[in-house]
């Protein structure tokens, strides 16, 4: 049994993110499912682990406590450094650090389940209602962020260069996440061949919802 336990949920894409860094870095981890639909979340004993009661977590050896993707993705990146997720210049960390959090912070927050299902519960929003929100907001954000992709010299086969980070990693999981939901991506050329670009690769073909052992 691995040193590192992953508690995450199969269809958590922010979970996902952290299943790609975790396959990326060859790092073996003991995998322990919360079904969020059911509300394992919020159970006592996944709250004595972490009290926010989100996924993903990642409890280290020694018993120490990481919650949030990014927080999680970038401590990994440091005590493996091979391969590496951000680039050696300070403009090049700080360009995929701003396309990782146009993701992480702009789109996802308004998206994840517990928004989704308070959109249900608080306001009796319809599944056509539900639908149409996570289509704008992941459109609010893709318009930008096609367009900074298409015309940076910067971008590559991947998001940064030719070699997938940070950046793709949560552009993989969003994608996953929109096909869900019927996102067109024709208007998203550049993000959908840096997708298919990701998804060539082993590690992301690991970590990907459907190859987990909490699929449905």
């Known amino acids: 049994m691995s040193d590192l336990v992953l508690h995450n949920y199969y269809r958590s894409s922010t979970s996902y993110r952290v299943r790609i860094a975790l396959a990326m870095k060859g790092l073996e981890y003991t995998y322990v499912p919360h079904h969020l639909r059911h509300g394992e979340h919020l159970e006592p004993a996944y709250l004595a682990v972490n009290p926010q009661g989100l996924v993903p977590a990642l409890v280290l050896h020694g018993g120490r406590l990481l919650t949030q993707s990014l927080a999680i993705i970038e401590y990994l990146d440091e005590i ?56 704008h907001w992941v459109n609010e954000g893709f318009q930008p962020l ?31 996440n929109n096909a869900r939901f019927g996102v067109d991506m024709a208007p998203y050329p550049v993000i959908a061949r840096i997708n298919a670009a990701c998804m060539a690769l082993p590690a992301f073909q690991k970590a990907a919802p459907q190859n987990q052992i909490d699929a449905e």
């Not at 971008?155 to 940070?166: I, V, Y």
């Open 80 to 135: 493996q450094p091979e391969p590496p997720l951000l680039p050696k210049d300070a403009l090049g960390r700080a360009r995929v650090r701003m396309l990782a959090q146009m993701i992480a912070c702009d789109i996802h927050p308004v998206n994840n389940l517990r928004v989704l299902t308070s959109l249900r519960s608080l306001f009796g929003a319809g599944d056509e209602d539900v639908v149409n929100w996570f289509r």
């Open 146 to 176: 096609e367009k900074i992709l298409a015309s940076s010299p910067e971008t590559g086969t991947f998001c940064h260069g030719d070699a997938p980070g940070l950046a793709d990693i949560c552009l993989a999981a969003q994608v996953a």
